[in-house]
């Protein structure tokens, strides 16, 4: 679907700070659109790490439009990822008509991975990678991308640094995209999932330290889908073992705190196996856990 001028198309939209989307700012936007539909015509063939997210999810429909056949959308398929997810980024391309291959990936199987530590991402990422590598080798695709934008160097993801050492190209960043600027892009062009909550994967739900297994995740997934079918829109369930520790975002926390939602919160995550669930009155915080790691590990980025 092409884009037209972003500029008319943004002052239009009227975006406001509660949609998530810049109210100003077009031309640069604009700018920078045309830097990214650039940069991917000069790659010739591209494979799309493609996880159904906003980021992802633009970066392989510019793509599939900027290089037609000759772009590959790659679905990684693990137990760290909620059905729900795979439903959603399975939609979204058949909708664009954009070619998609799934692949199997085994990053539970690792033991560096299932520990747990600061470095997990890196391990999925360098696992995802590596199948998409091989992919690439046999169906004739040179090229690797994901879906990291420029705000994203501004946390802890150590992912950054699988990317790197596997020379995969991060086209929005290198265009200078920021996360609303993508949104607006998404809300422009009529995609749906342009103001989708972030959704990394199940794993990043369970305290560092803890090992990830495949019943850890299904009850992360179970007690998350739970909360949705209450009616809440963006929140993570945070594993401590036998303790959820529920996020909420803070527009939706006041929903939260009548006794009967309480009670129906703590029968949810108790039916997914909890034994013991607490509302983290801070509400939703993307990375929350990364708060207890060690200055110097933050320090870092990821890269």
């Not at 994203?152 to 991060?170: I, K, M, S």
């Not at 909550?197 to 794993?203: G, I, N």
Request: glycine content about 8%; some cysteine.
């Amino acid at each position: 679907m092409a884009v037209g001028p972003l500029t008319s198309i943004l002052k239009v939209e009227g975006e406001t700070s509660e949609d998530r989307v810049p109210a100003s700012g077009g031309a640069e936007t604009e700018s920078k659109m045309r830097a990214l539909e650039a940069r991917l015509g000069e790659l010739g063939s591209l494979m799309v790490a493609y996880s159904g997210g906003v980021d992802s999810a633009f970066l392989a429909a510019t793509a599939h439009r900027v290089l037609g056949s000759r772009m590959l959308a790659v679905l990684a398929d693990s137990p760290s990822l909620a059905r729900r997810d795979m439903e959603q980024a399975s939609a979204f391309a058949l909708e664009q008509e954009m070619p998609l291959q799934v692949i199997q990936t085994e990053e539970l199987d690792r033991p560096e991975y299932q520990r747990n530590d600061a470095n997990r991402c890196f391990h999925c990422k360098t696992e995802l990678f590596a199948g998409m590598k091989a992919l690439g080798a046999k169906l004739g695709f040179s090229n690797i991308a994901y879906g990291m934008n420029a705000d994203d160097t501004r946390d802890y993801r150590p992912g950054q640094r699988a990317a790197e050492e596997n020379e995969v190209l991060a086209p929005l960043a290198e265009a200078g995209l920021t996360k609303l600027e993508i949104r607006a892009l998404s809300k422009a062009a009529g995609y749906p999932l342009w103001d989708r909550p972030a959704a990394p994967c199940l794993s990043s739900r369970v305290e560092y330290g803890r090992t990830v297994t495949r019943e850890v995740l299904e009850q992360v997934e179970k007690g998350e889908e739970s909360l949705r079918q209450l009616g809440f829109r963006e929140l993570r369930v945070r594993h401590h073992g036998e303790l959820a520790r529920v996020e909420i975002a803070r527009a939706e926390l006041p929903r939260a705190l009548s006794m009967e939602m309480l009670d129906a919160i703590t029968s949810a995550l108790k039916q997914a196996g909890f034994q013991y669930v607490t509302l983290d009155c801070s509400g939703f915080r993307s990375g929350s856990l990364n708060a207890i790691l060690p200055a110097d590990v933050l320090a870092r980025r990821g890269v």
